[in-house]
């Protein structure tokens, strides 16, 4: 060995060096020492920036907590504003929908005054069921059939509808939802007679202008009805001189206007729902084949 | 356009007439013998369509039809499509 270059031998922890005697010497001493040097020559520079860092931030900290709290309290004040100017305006609205209710409902009472003294004046005794309340008549989905849009009864049978719902109905179908409701003619189906029907019919439409109805003309309320009563998207068949035809979209009804032809004069109109199990089309009401215009 | 008649003679429908037109095919019915002009005049979508309803409400078999000169009950305006 004696002569060679001393090759550093690579141990876990030390390097092993020979002295000048050619003596293995470990250098884990000197390592030590510099390690111990180094690292607390860290530790020192660590906590020098820890205090410096802490010197800076502490005061950054406080000022936000303080800022935070300070937000909190006004957003806190600011909701409960909020929220009692929100119970304001709620209490309002259910003062003035409640107003509302019994001004309606004073208004159908006073309908059922006009149109019961027009029933007993044509002879007729006014139906059993009394004043009609306002809320009563909004007819609960699935309580009609959409196809001949005649009402259900609990059986989910057809039924015509009462003179109360036909007369509210008159009174009310500009302005409701229109799948809820049925086209006037439809309503006269079951009519006790003809001349109670054109009493009712007359006072009804005078109670309905007492009412504001006369912004709308009975022309443009049947039309609506109509429009109602086929649903979106209707087309039409025909439009001339002598006659008008248009169906729904799912060709499930059908409107007609004779104006010349078979029964007439008058003009009139005719009402047609596809009837599935004869696969044909027959009269919307059973046994009323035409409405004639012109009352 | 083409029409066609059959005698029922029901009650209530002595003669059916099929009004063929651009919209469909009427149904016309006549009460009774004496009748000039149908009391019931329900538009049916098309021929097959009307003679099935006839069959079924008037009991009108298909060979119980046949063809008549065009009637314009429910014709257009001369001139008019």
Known sequence: ?295 | MAAYEAIADRPGAYRVVLEERAEGVYVNVFADASSSNPYIDILQSDLAMAKRVCRQDYGIEEHQWRQIPDIDWHAPEPGES
């Open chain 1, 1 to 295: 060995m004696k002569g060679r270059t001393p090759v550093p031998i690579i141990g876990n922890q030390a390097v092993l060096r020979l002295d000048s005697a050619g003596r293995k010497k470990p250098a884990a001493d000197a390592y030590h020492q510099s390690a111990q040097a180094a690292y607390e020559a860290l530790a020192a520079a660590y906590a020098t920036a820890e205090a410096r860092w802490m010197e800076a931030v502490l005061p950054a900290t406080q000022t936000y907590l303080a800022a935070l709290a300070s937000a909190l309290a006004a957003w806190s004040e600011a909701a409960a504003q909020a929220a009692a100017a929100r119970d304001d305006r709620i209490q309002a609205a259910e003062r003035t929908y409640a107003q509302r209710l019994q001004d309606l409902q004073s208004q159908a009472d006073e309908a059922w005054q006009v149109y019961a003294s027009a029933l007993f004046d044509a002879g007729c005794a006014p139906p059993a069921s009394g004043p009609f309340q306002f809320v009563g008549y909004y007819f609960p989905r699935g309580s009609f059939d959409p196809r001949t849009g005649l009402a259900l009864d609990e059986h989910g049978h057809p039924r015509p509808l009462t003179w109360g719902e036909w007369a509210w109905y008159v009174i009310t179908s500009a302005g409701n939802d229109p799948s809820n409701w049925f086209v006037l003619p439809l309503g006269m189906a079951k009519a006790p007679a003809s001349a109670a029907a054109k009493a009712a019919s007359a006072a009804a439409a005078k109670v309905a202008s007492r009412l504001g109805g006369a912004a709308v003309s009975p022309v443009a309320r049947l039309g609506k009805s109509i429009t109602n009563w086929l649903g979106p998207g209707a087309g039409v068949l025909r439009s001339d001189a002598r006659g008008f035809v248009i169906q729904s979209r799912d060709g499930l009804r059908q409107f007609r206007i004779d104006f010349k032809g078979p029964g007439t004069p008058p003009a009139h109109a005719h009402f047609e729902v596809w009837d599935a199990a004869k696969q044909g089309w027959v009269d919307a009401v059973p046994g009323q084949h035409r409405f004639p215009f012109g009352e």
